[in-house]
């Protein structure tokens, strides 16, 4: 037990190190939407939106689960990218950043890479 709560404090210490070298202001915390996708409601957290210049960011963070990798995340990062374009639809975005702080790893992905998983699975679904 001992062990997995340092892994976690060693996570979450990793990643505040990692979010002050970042050095974006957050513009918003656990900002909550509903997505209407074909299968039904979807319930999305943006953990933290960040300003990116002119444009948003944001960040999904995971405390646990399978090692990430950097062909998963943008299928991670796809109804987060939506969710961002929901709840902020006249700003320009760039990145969604999926964090798994126990691991300590993290992945930017590009706001057009994670849309194309969504128009990529809209396809699939359609052809069915």
Known sequence: MATSNSNVLSGFDA?????????RPVSAL??????AWPAGP???RLDVILTDGKALAARTL???GPDLTEIQAPLIAAPYAVALAQVHPEA??????VWQARRQTHVEVP???????VRAAQRLQFSL
């Open 42 to 44: 979807l319930k999305v």
């Open 15 to 23: 990643y505040v190190t990692a979010d002050i070298a970042d050095g």
């Open 30 to 35: 656990a900002q909550d939407t509903v997505l």
């Open 92 to 97: 320009s975005l760039t990145t969604i950043g």
């Open 62 to 64: 995971f405390w646990d």
């Open 111 to 117: 706001i057009a890479s994670a849309l194309r998983e």
